[in-house]
């Protein structure tokens, strides 16, 4: 998904910061040399001046000699330079200041992009996406399967948890890895504590490290959103619209603990809007949910039921609660 005009500008307007500072920061360095060195206004007077006389000899079509001038700028830039390291300055203490050499705070490179355009991109998109902290820790980087026992096979799975998470890991990071390539959608279910939201975050990690626009949301906050979306009359058209371009066409959508909202004839509604206008732009959405089918099928109606089962895969986690686990290990001595 490409950014939105004011997501790109908000981006953008950056670099009108960063020149104007790095400009103001240049202005007073040459009135500090200025003060020290009173020389150095003669000098840029001088080269003021022969540059002048190169640029009206080119206008005119007059003969002047340009190598004679060019060397003369040279031998005054030199001295001014001399002039700057005498006085405890660097040789470059008054060139323009960039704070990225590349682009040159413009963000581009010809017609491309500059690596630190990109990357203000994705430090973006990690704020919109409301997990920039919680993905620092949860991310393929930190998965473990040892939370998970291998002492007994799962019935409904044919694998022991251990075995079982290490195919729904594979399953994830194929998904990340193919992202670019083909759109494809997760169910993610199995008992609270097993691992389901941490799976999440790290497929969200390496999406948004791929500049990807992700959108997070836990069920409550999805619903309360379109709630707001469409009955608050003080929200404006513009508003509304821009909702539901940020929830319907983001690259990667995550509705996290499906089930725990106040379910109604309205949120049922609502999924089936969310959930079917993304398949049929091909955006991909990855729920989670404790519900097993059968909860799913009579909370949210046969239809929701159908469109979830037949085009999304699904992963079922099991094993022991995992921050239980943790929680107990953390008050151990």
């Known amino acids: 998904m490409q950014l939105l005009n004011e997501q790109f500008n908000f981006i953008y307007s950056g670099y009108n910061e960063t020149q104007l500072k790095n400009n103001r920061l240049l202005q007073m360095r040459k009135r500090e040399v200025l003060a020290r060195i009173p020389e150095f206004a003669e000098l840029d007077q001088i080269i003021a001046e022969l540059s002048v006389n190169m640029t009206k000899a080119a206008f005119d079509g007059t003969t002047v000699d340009t190598e004679r001038l060019k060397k003369e700028i040279q031998a005054i830039t030199r001295?001014?330079?001399?002039?700057?390291?005498?006085?405890?300055?660097?040789?470059?203490?008054?060139?323009?200041?960039?704070?990225?050499?590349?682009?040159?705070?413009?963000?581009?490179?010809?017609?491309?992009?500059?690596?630190c355009f990109k990357k203000k991109i994705v430090e973006y998109l990690y704020q919109q996406s409301n997990l920039q902290e919680i993905l620092q820790t949860e991310n393929f980087s930190h998965f473990s399967v040892e939370y998970y026992p291998d002492d007994y096979v799962e019935e409904t799975t044919?694998?022991?948890?251990?075995?079982?998470?290490?195919?729904?890991?594979?399953?994830?990071?194929?998904?990340?890895?193919?992202?670019?390539?083909?759109?494809?959608?997760?169910?993610?279910?199995?008992?609270?504590?097993?691992?389901?939201?941490?799976?999440?975050?790290?497929?969200?990690?390496?999406?948004?490290?791929?500049?990807?626009?992700?959108?997070?949301?836990?069920?409550?906050?999805?619903?309360?959103?379109?709630?707001?979306?469409?009955?608050?009359?003080?929200?404006?058209?513009?508003?509304?619209?821009?909702?539901?371009?940020?929830?319907?066409?983001?690259?990667?959508?995550?509705?996290d603990d499906l089930g725990t909202e106040l379910n109604n004839s309205f949120t049922s509604s609502q999924l089936y809007q969310v959930i079917d206008s993304r398949l049929v732009h091909q955006k991909s959405t990855i729920i989670s949910t404790n519900l097993s089918f059968d909860d799913l099928r009579e909370q949210y109606s046969e239809r929701i039921f159908s469109r979830i089962t037949s085009s999304y895969s699904l992963l079922k986690l099991t094993g022991d609660d995992?921050?239980?686990?943790?929680?107990?290990?953390?008050?151990?001595?």
Do not use: M, W
Not at 79 to 99: C, M, Q, V
Not at 163 to 192: P, V
Not at 325 to 330: D, E, H, R, T
């Open 79 to 115: 001295k001014k330079e001399s002039l700057l390291i005498g006085n405890g300055y660097t040789a470059d203490y008054l060139h323009p200041i960039y704070s990225c050499e590349d682009c040159h705070d413009t963000g581009y490179i010809g017609n491309e992009k500059c690596h």
């Open 322 to 333: 995992i921050r239980l686990k943790k929680a107990i290990a953390a008050r151990r001595p």
């Open 158 to 255: 044919g694998l022991t948890p251990r075995d079982n998470i290490r195919r729904i890991r594979d399953s994830a990071l194929f998904f990340s890895k193919h992202f670019d390539e083909s759109q494809e959608n997760l169910l993610l279910y199995g008992n609270t504590g097993v691992g389901k939201t941490f799976l999440t975050h790290c497929i969200a990690k390496e999406a948004l490290d791929r500049s990807h626009t992700v959108v997070y949301l836990t069920s409550p906050g999805l619903f309360d959103i379109l709630e707001k979306n469409k009955f608050d009359r003080e929200l404006s058209s513009v508003e509304k619209s821009a909702v539901a371009t940020y929830i319907l066409n983001c690259d990667l959508l995550i509705i």
